[in-house]
């Protein structure tokens, strides 16, 4: 009985991570992939205004 129910907890674990780790390491990529596309937004912004020269 005790090997099924650490069979089970580890299944559960499997299971959890799968889950839960690509959200966990998406939500920094996303973050600054925003924040990068923010910047080049604004840049894009200035650089039609003439205030930034590239």
Same mark, same amino acid.
């Given at each position: 009985m005790?090997? =099924?129910?650490?069979? $089970?907890? &580890?299944?559960? +674990?499997?299971?959890s991570?799968?889950? #839960?780790?690509?959200?966990? =390491?998406?939500?920094? $990529?996303? &973050?600054?992939m +925003?924040?990068?596309?923010?910047?080049? #937004?604004?840049?894009?912004?200035?650089?039609a205004k003439?205030? &930034?020269?590239?």
């Amino acid at each position: 009985m005790e090997e =099924v129910s650490s069979w $089970i907890t &580890l299944d559960y +674990r499997r299971l959890s991570l799968r889950f #839960y780790a690509p959200a966990v =390491v998406n939500a920094p $990529i996303q &973050l600054v992939m +925003r924040e990068k596309t923010i910047s080049l #937004y604004q840049a894009g912004e200035l650089v039609a205004k003439g205030e &930034l020269h590239v």
